[in-house]
């Protein structure tokens, strides 16, 4: 074994993360045949076929399962020692690699980039943008923005704000259809559903005080939930979406609030997740104390007042 080579197990580990040569080599700019020749020595040098090739891609074998646990161990082990060092350093540098949601990066991280550059010019961000749970060791990410409180033994989590929803529709929508006046109205307006998550297609309400969850089958449907906000702004339908993609597009009168009387935002928590010991690295302390205190800021910024008088109600040519 002494002719391993640190590179090689963090690239070893990136190929078992996604699954191609071809991945990896474009995420390294590098030709596939050089990271070819770095599997063949690893290989070589442990006596044992890592990596399993066939017509559906790659898949590890049992000896490449546990050489990845290994090469896992090593790399948090580094990164205590990093961790420790850069803390006596106290500089925040280098690259951070972050995983959001398509909304979340969209809405609360692209905004803010500007901002964190100028605090800390020598940072460096890679947006890893997916509506899925990622698997924070095997891919390589410092820090994972959740809203998910559900964690690994192996993770930390600090909540970094709160991520509350609505419903909405666009102006040119409530102008051409009308607008509910209370929650059974929906019923004869086109709703857009998020298929991706199933949990947030119960629009929940209180009606007199009392909790009601109403079930959206959806006119107009999505997996991802950028392209359900742009329905939305399109004028497509009513959606419910996060206040923090909302809210500002409602300051601007792009869009408007809809049964805002009746609304439960059942708000819930944002979290940075980071992977053991590499919180206390100060480029992801920067990071995550800047977002912190960005997202505080949004959160307290004004709402935009309610029209003076309410769209009366009006209704639409389809029924969800």
């Known amino acids: 074994m002494d002719g391993l080579v640190l590179d090689d197990l963090k690239l070893f580990a990136r190929v078992a993360a996604l699954g191609t040569l071809s991945?990896?080599?474009?995420?390294?700019?590098?030709?596939?045949?050089q990271v070819s020749r770095t599997l063949a020595r690893l290989e070589k040098t442990c006596g044992a076929r890592l990596i399993h090739r066939s017509t559906h891609g790659l898949?590890?074998?049992?000896?490449?399962?546990?050489?990845?646990?290994?090469?896992?161990?090593?790399?948090?082990?580094?990164?205590?020692?990093?961790?420790?060092?850069?803390?006596?350093?106290?500089?925040?540098?280098?690259?951070?690699?972050?995983?959001?949601?398509t909304v979340i990066a969209q809405y609360m991280l692209l905004p803010s980039l500007a901002g964190l550059n100028?605090?800390?010019?020598?940072?460096?961000?890679?947006?890893?943008?997916?509506?899925?749970?990622?698997?924070?060791?095997?891919?390589?990410?410092?820090?994972?923005?959740?809203?998910a409180s559900a964690l690994a033994d192996t993770t930390v989590a600090r909540q970094i704000g709160h991520l509350g929803r609505a419903i909405y529709a666009s102006p040119a929508y409530a102008a051409q259809h009308g607008l509910p006046v209370q929650p059974s109205?929906?019923?004869?307006?086109?709703?857009?559903?998020?298929?991706?998550?199933?949990?947030?297609?119960y629009w929940p309400f209180l009606v007199d005080g009392q909790p009601?969850?109403?079930?959206?089958?959806?006119y107009w449907r999505s997996n991802d939930t950028g392209i359900v906000a742009n329905m939305v702004l399109e004028g497509l339908g009513i959606g419910r979406l996060s206040a923090l993609v909302a809210?500002?597009?409602?300051?601007?009168?792009?869009?408007?609030?809809?049964?805002?009387?009746?609304?439960?935002?059942?708000?819930?928590?944002?979290?940075?997740?980071?992977?053991?010991?590499?919180?206390?690295?100060?480029?992801?302390?920067?990071?995550?104390?800047?977002?912190?205190?960005?997202?505080?800021?949004?959160?307290?910024?004004?709402?935009?007042?309610m029209p003076a008088t309410k769209p009366r109600a009006r209704r639409s040519p389809a029924t969800r």
């Open 247 to 305: 809210e500002p597009m409602v300051l601007q009168r792009r869009l408007v609030r809809v049964l805002p009387d009746f609304t439960d935002p059942q708000a819930v928590a944002i979290y940075a997740v980071t992977a053991g010991a590499r919180q206390r690295l100060p480029k992801i302390k920067a990071c995550i104390d800047y977002w912190a205190e960005w997202i505080g800021a949004s959160e307290a910024a004004p709402q935009a007042p």
């Open 118 to 147: 100028a605090r800390h010019p020598r940072l460096r961000i890679e947006l890893e943008v997916s509506d899925r749970l990622v698997d924070m060791a095997r891919e390589g990410i410092d820090i994972a923005i959740r809203t």
């Open 59 to 101: 898949a590890l074998t049992a000896e490449g399962e546990t050489f990845l646990d290994y090469c896992q161990r090593i790399a948090g082990t580094l990164d205590e020692l990093e961790a420790d060092f850069a803390t006596k350093a106290r500089e925040a540098s280098g690259l951070v690699r972050v995983a959001a949601s």
């Open 23 to 33: 991945a990896v080599a474009r995420e390294r700019d590098v030709p596939v045949s």
């Open 185 to 201: 109205d929906l019923r004869q307006h086109r709703l857009i559903a998020n298929t991706a998550a199933p949990h947030l297609n």
């Open 212 to 218: 009601l969850r109403l079930p959206i089958e959806g």
